[in-house]
Every structure is written in structure tokens, then in C-alpha cells.
């Protein structure tokens, strides 16, 4: 019996209770939850039905919570109730009901634990959108790994995502680029505002290869060819260092396609229409502080330029044009400011910034080796890159490391940690598991051991302490999912698969043999066994799917 499965069940008995007392049934919610208890003596499951309920329809906690265990505990696959406290339920089931699970879960593979809690949301989750003017950087890496996690759990629960890397080929620092590009190629140093590293050099030299011809136009020509061609240079490298990360988006989206389309004006005048522009001093204003922000902004400078703010409120608008109604998009630590202009200029759209658009915040990450951070990539020679974490050490530990902690927390990733093939690094734990799981399945195929056929699988056998407590974890994953979603925090999907599967699988695995020893006949509990081990191979494979991370047969 899952979780929601037994939901039903204390709903279901919650009905009859108020039928027979003549109670109105309209104060009844259209579901409810079970949740584990914290201490395992107190049973398999708890509810808080009765307290939710009780002033509602004016009977005691106790009272009602006396009248529900009554009747749930004559429900199939309840074997006792008990009521504590002020009206808590503790509900215990019994083995057949409670190793069903194993069943449920193996059958259902890779769609268990998803859902429809977010169906019929539709949500653009932009993320990473690094400046093509260099590698990706580590803070970049973070969000690659933590928004496509997240682009994951979004439509594992039902909702209808639109991932998308903002490619900002337009401004200042694409100048900057250029004229370091033109730099290098003349044998000359960066500019003093410019870029420095190998990979300007190499870049530059790729499109003096494209166009040998570049030197010998005027500086303005050269110029806007390095641009181009240096610009599309940096962002192939970009794509094919995130592909190689597991990372695809759905839309790369150009700002200059804003500029192009005239998407700015068309930005311009909705706001002019809604009523928040003014003039001053010949530029043109957005009056945010009238939702909130600490200042008024500029879009249209004297000049007639654009500034970077209006090319924010174009392709926001361009968003919600696009039929998305939740527009996410996931910042660096030094973009903490930016929240309140852009919350105001969601309202100033007419949007409810609290719905429509969501920011989220990551902090910073260090690459520690020896104890001591690591400052500088030998290719880039200003900050750790992509490349730089995935050859220390590799994609899948990359991916779990970036993933595991909540993302405004900064975090430290130990070199020698996360390369250690031990119990103490966090993903080696949680795939061996996935690699032990898939080698008793095969060990069990050449001793002729077998799951056989689902209704010959005897659930009832699973009767012991530690296979009751994995069948509970297992239990968990829906939840942990919708919740890991709702949140926007994958990193409970990897505390989960830590501290609740993995751990719960190896003191199974230390308590209760799943294979016959030598010429032991092969019996349903080894049978039974083998079911609950696949259940924890599937939802191993699940979780570490959600994350980005392989789930390998052999280690």
C-alpha cells in the first residue's frame, strides 16, 4: 500500500464516520496526507486528521480520532491504530499490505513517483544564460545542474516546461570581447576593460583560420568580424560544454532578436500604455518605485540607447507572449539586486509579480583541493570553469555535488571527497547502491532465482524490522518529488536518496539474504526479497534520473 493509497483509505473511513454521526461531509477536504512518524515505534504511519477536522464540525480531537481508528482499523491492509496525544493517528500495517509496495513500484518502473500536483502549469525555467565571452564559469555550473534537476522534477509532476539559455550577443561586453579578439590576433595585450586567458588567443586564431583576410581591413571592420564570428565561436563551445554536461535547453533564445524585431519598442509602448513611463532629462523612465523597488529605471538613455533593464522587460514580455504563465530565472549571488526592479516590472506589465515571475538566488562554489580553494583555470586565467570541474572530477560527480545542497548556500567541493570511491562520498554511496542492486538481480538469474509472476509474489513474507523499513522509504519517493518540485530544491531528491533509500537498502542488504546459500532451494521469501530489491534499483534509478546522474549496473 502506498502512501496515497493509504490516504485514501483514512479519507474513505473519515466519510463513514460522518455519515454515521451525521456530521456535514462538506467539511471534509477533498484529500488528505500520511506522513512517517519520526520515531518508528510510534507506527508505519501517522495522520492528523481528526485535529484538522475537529472544530469544524464541533467534536473533540480525541473523540474523533477514538471514532476514525474505530473504523479504519477494520479497513484492509490496516493492521492497528492508535491514537496519541490530543488526537494524532498512529497506523501500522500489516506485511501483505505494507510489501504490495514492491509490486507497485517494479510495475510501474520509470514512472513511479511522478504526479499531476503540477498539471496545467506552464512554466519557462531559464537558466545559466553566461555571457558568450568565455567558458562557463563554476557559479554557471551550478545552475546547469541545479535547473535542469529542477526542469526534471517540474514535468516528473505534471508541468509543462519550456527550458531556455538567454544568449545576450548585444552590449558592451560583447564590444569588450571583440576588441580582446582583434588584440590577440595582432600579437597585441588585452584591452585594459577586456578579456585575458588562452582561450582568447584560441579563439581568435579560429577566426583568423575563417578569415584570413581579417588584419587587413580598418579597425571597425576587423572589429565587428571578430565579433561575429568570435561570438558564434564562444557560444558552440558553450552548447557543447553544457551537452556534454547532460545539459540541453529547449530555446536558445539571441536579445539581439529583441533588438531586430523591435521587441523593445513594443515593450515601450505597453508600459507607456499602462501608465508607468515618464521623461526626464531626455531619457526615458520606468516607474518601478511604485511596486516596490528603490528606484526608478532608465530604459531609453538621452542618447537614444537602450540600456540592459529594457532588454529584461522585452524578453519578459516575450515570455508571457509565449503563453508562459510562471516565468522562472535562476541568478548568480551578485544578481541579488535585481529581484525587486524586476519583480516591479512584472507589476508594472499588469502581472502579479508573486505568480508570474519567480527568481531564484544561488550562491557561490569553491573547487577545494589540498584544503585550499582553487582561484584560477588554466585556460580561462580568471575563474574555474565547467571543464575544469568535470576533469577533477567527472560529470556524474559534478552533477550530485552542485545538486545536493540547497542553492542559496554556498558550497565547498572537496577534490579528493568527490573522487574517493568510499562510503564518504556522497554519490559513490548512493550508485553503488544502484550497481549492488543490479548485481544481485544478476547473480539471482544464474541460480535460477527469479521474481516470477506478480501474482505469485507473497508480500506478506517482507515481515521483517529492516525490509519494513525500506519498504517505508520507498514509500516516500512521490512525496519527496512533488515536495523536491513545489520547492524548486532538488537537493532533497539526493539528501533523500542518501539518508533514506541508501542507507535503508544497506542495513536490508546486511539483515536479510535475498540469495540461497549454496544448494538452499530457492523459496518465495528469496522470491519476495528479490521483488523488494528491484523496487530499490527503480527508485534509485529514478532519483538519480531527476538529478542528471547515471544509475550504473556495475562499479
Same mark, same amino acid.
Given at each position: 500500500m502506498t502512501p496515497a493509497e493509504l490516504a485514501s483509505v483514512v479519507l474513505a473511513a473519515a466519510h463513514a464516520v460522518f455519515e454515521q454521526r451525521g456530521l456535514d461531509r462538506a467539511a471534509l477536504p477533498g484529500r488528505t496526507v500520511v506522513e512517517r512518524p519520526r520515531n518508528p515505534e510510534h507506527g508505519d504511519y501517522a495522520s492528523t486528521?481528526?485535529?484538522?477536522?475537529?472544530?469544524?464540525?464541533? #467534536?473533540?480531537? =480525541?473523540?474523533?480520532?477514538?471514532?476514525?481508528?474505530?473504523?479504519?482499523?477494520?479497513a484492509a491492509g490496516v493492521k492497528s491504530v492508535e491514537i496519541a496525544g490530543p488526537g494524532f493517528l498512529n497506523i501500522r500495517l500489516d506485511a501483505a499490505a505494507a510489501g504490495q509496495l514492491a509490486r507497485v513500484i517494479v510495475e510501474a518502473g520509470a514512472e513511479y513517483g511522478r504526479s499531476d500536483r503540477l498539471a496545467g502549469e506552464k512554466i519557462n525555467l531559464e537558466f545559466v544564460s553566461a555571457n558568450p565571452t568565455g567558458p562557463v564559469h563554476i557559479g554557471g555550473v551550478r545552475w546547469a545542474?541545479?535547473?535542469?534537476?529542477?526542469?526534471?522534477?517540474?514535468?516528473?509532476?505534471?508541468?509543462? #516546461?519550456?527550458?531556455?539559455?538567454?544568449?545576450?550577443?548585444?552590449?558592451?561586453?560583447?564590444?569588450?570581447?571583440?576588441?580582446?579578439?582583434?588584440?590577440? &590576433?595582432?600579437? +597585441?595585450? &588585452?584591452?585594459?576593460?577586456?578579456?585575458?586567458?588562452?582561450?582568447?588567443?584560441?579563439?581568435?586564431?579560429?577566426?583568423? &583560420?575563417?578569415r584570413p583576410d581579417v588584419l587587413t581591413l580598418d579597425e571597425a571592420a576587423a572589429q565587428e568580424v571578430f565579433r561575429v564570428e568570435g561570438v558564434a565561436l564562444m557560444f558552440d563551445e558553450i552548447r557543447s560544454s553544457l551537452r556534454d554536461?547532460?545539459?540541453?535547453?529547449?530555446?536558445?533564445?539571441? +536579445?539581439?532578436?529583441?533588438?531586430?524585431?523591435?521587441?523593445?519598442? %513594443?515593450?515601450?509602448?505597453?508600459?507607456?500604455?499602462? $501608465?508607468?513611463?515618464?521623461?526626464?532629462?531626455?531619457?526615458?523612465?520606468?516607474?518601478?518605485?511604485?511596486? $516596490?523597488?528603490?528606484?526608478?529605471?532608465? %530604459?531609453?538613455k538621452s542618447?537614444?540607447?537602450?540600456?540592459?533593464?529594457?532588454?529584461?522587460?522585452?524578453?519578459?514580455?516575450?515570455?508571457?507572449?509565449?503563453?508562459?504563465?510562471?516565468?522562472?530565472?535562476?541568478?548568480?549571488?551578485?544578481?541579488?539586486?535585481?529581484?525587486?526592479?524586476?519583480?516591479?516590472?512584472?507589476?508594472?506589465?499588469?502581472?502579479?509579480?508573486?505568480?508570474?515571475?519567480?527568481?531564484?538566488?544561488?550562491?557561490?562554489?569553491?573547487?577545494? =583541493?589540498?584544503g585550499a580553494p582553487m582561484r584560477m583555470s588554466k585556460r580561462a586565467g580568471t575563474v574555474i570553469t565547467l571543464e575544469d570541474l568535470v576533469d577533477a572530477i567527472g560529470v556524474d560527480a559534478s552533477r550530485y555535488a552542485l545538486a545536493r545542497y540547497s542553492s542559496d548556500s554556498p558550497i565547498d567541493i572537496d577534490i579528493e571527497l568527490w573522487t574517493r570511491a568510499t562510503r564518504d562520498n556522497p554519490v559513490y554511496y548512493v550508485q553503488y547502491v544502484a550497481a549492488r542492486t543490479a548485481g544481485v538481480a544478476r547473480n539471482a538469474a544464474e541460480v535460477g532465482l527469479v521474481p516470477g509472476d506478480a501474482d505469485a509474489f507473497r508480500p506478506e513474507l517482507l515481515d521483517h524490522e529492516k525490509e519494513n523499513e525500506l519498504l517505508k522509504a520507498l514509500a516516500e519517493f512521490p512525496a519527496v518529488v512533488a515536495t523536491a518540485a513545489e520547492l524548486r530544491e532538488p537537493h532533497r531528491v539526493a539528501r533523500y536518496l542518501e539518508e533514506s533509500v541508501a542507507a535503508s537498502f544497506h542495513r536490508?542488504?546486511?539483515?536479510?539474504?535475498?540469495?540461497p546459500l549454496g544448494d538452499e532451494e530457492v523459496t518465495d521469501l528469496h522470491r519476495a526479497r528479490l521483488w523488494l530489491n528491484n523496487a530499490t534499483r527503480t527508485v534509485i534509478a529514478n532519483g538519480l534520473h531527476l538529478l542528471g546522474v547515471s544509475a550504473p549496473e556495475r562499479m
Open positions: 486528521l481528526a485535529l484538522q477536522l475537529s472544530k469544524k464540525v464541533g #467534536v473533540p480531537p =480525541r473523540e474523533l480520532a477514538t471514532a476514525l481508528a474505530d473504523e479504519l482499523s477494520r545542474a541545479v535547473g535542469d534537476a529542477l526542469s526534471r522534477l517540474l514535468r516528473a509532476t505534471g508541468a509543462q #516546461v519550456g527550458t531556455e539559455y538567454y544568449f545576450n550577443d548585444a552590449g558592451s561586453q560583447i564590444d569588450r570581447f571583440a576588441r580582446s579578439l582583434l588584440a590577440a &590576433a595582432k600579437g +597585441e595585450p &588585452a584591452p585594459e576593460d577586456g578579456y585575458g586567458g588562452a582561450y582568447i588567443a584560441e579563439i581568435a586564431a579560429e577566426v583568423q &583560420a575563417r554536461f547532460g545539459v540541453e535547453f529547449d530555446t536558445y533564445f539571441n +536579445e539581439k532578436d529583441l533588438h531586430d524585431r523591435g521587441e523593445l519598442d %513594443l515593450a515601450l509602448a505597453r508600459l507607456r500604455q499602462q $501608465g508607468h513611463l515618464y521623461e526626464s532629462e531626455g531619457a526615458t523612465w520606468l516607474r518601478t518605485t511604485d511596486f $516596490g523597488d528603490d528606484k526608478d529605471r532608465v %530604459l531609453r542618447n537614444g540607447e537602450w540600456t540592459y533593464f529594457a532588454a529584461d522587460c522585452a524578453y519578459y514580455l516575450d515570455k508571457r507572449e509565449r503563453g508562459f504563465e510562471r516565468v522562472v530565472i535562476m541568478l548568480g549571488a551578485d544578481h541579488h539586486g535585481y529581484i525587486g526592479r524586476m519583480k516591479a516590472m512584472a507589476a508594472c506589465f499588469g502581472d502579479d509579480p508573486e505568480r508570474n515571475l519567480e527568481i531564484l538566488i544561488g550562491q557561490l562554489v569553491n573547487l577545494v =583541493r589540498d536490508f542488504y546486511d539483515n536479510c539474504r535475498v540469495l
